[in-house]
């Protein structure tokens, strides 16, 4: 199965920490991407996990629990050009969540 | 490179009107997708290929024909359009390893009235 949920909006101040969950169906897994999607644009790469456990880059971090399917994106230090809607894609068939659209306010 | 090319970026079609949305790759990817992307959602897979010759279902196939008759193309065949086609289509295509992350097209935005 590919169930993916993920909340619909968050929103947090510049400078601030943001989490986004996901959760997916654990049948089939095998791997875990992040997207960013900025209005208007098409997706961009941001994190891939396969293993369980943190993978840090720059101010984006991405976790995975494989045995939980839950994985969370977070946004440290928060810009304005943060604001954007924040994709979690399984690897079955890239099957790709709702997104969680971020606002990121002054 | 070029990357993923995706042709049109706009089209307005009529109700029943048949069209083909283009997309080619430079990048020598086998794995090639579909995916529409309606107001406020997020992607639906709607087919993919994994490589020349070979495609299959997504999410949401139905109204779609696709082919892939060379590794460089995937091209997206609407038929009897319907006003629940309006979305955009975004094109994708990914290298064979495992970190394969996907590269996306600019997108197709279709209207059907």
């Known amino acids: 199965g590919q169930n993916i949920d993920q909340p619909t909006e968050m929103t947090a101040t510049e400078g601030a920490i943001v989490q986004i969950n996901c959760t997916y169906q654990?049948?089939?897994?095998?791997?875990l991407f992040w997207y960013q999607q900025h209005a208007g644009e098409a997706p961009t790469f941001l994190s891939y996990?396969?293993?369980?456990g943190l993978e840090e880059k720059g101010r984006f971090s991405s976790f995975l629990s494989r045995s939980k399917g839950y994985s969370y994106l977070l946004l440290k230090e928060l810009q304005m050009k943060d604001s954007a809607s924040y994709l979690c894609?399984?690897?079955?068939?890239?099957?790709f969540g709702a997104g969680t659209t971020v606002t990121v306010r002054a | 490179n070029a990357g993923v090319t995706q042709t049109p970026k706009f089209r307005i079609l009529k109700i029943g009107q048949s069209m083909t949305l283009q997309c080619a790759q430079d990048?020598?990817?086998?794995?090639m997708y579909w995916y529409r992307q309606d107001p406020g959602m997020g992607l639906k897979l709607i087919y993919y290929?994994?490589?020349?010759?070979?495609?299959d279902k997504g999410e949401v196939p139905n109204g779609y024909n696709v082919s892939r008759s060379t590794t460089e193309d995937f091209p997206l065949r609407l038929e009897l359009a319907a006003p629940s086609q309006t979305s955009v289509y975004f094109c994708?295509?990914?290298?064979?390893?495992?970190?394969?992350?996907?590269?996306f097209g600019e997108g197709s935005r279709l209207t059907v009235l």
């Open positions: 990048m020598n990817h086998n794995y």
């Open positions: 290929s994994v490589g020349a010759g070979i495609t």
């Open positions: 894609a399984a690897r079955y068939k890239l099957s």
């Open positions: 994708a295509s990914r290298p064979d390893r495992a970190r394969g992350e996907l590269f």
């Open positions: 654990t049948s089939g897994f095998n791997g």
């Open positions: 996990n396969v293993l369980d």
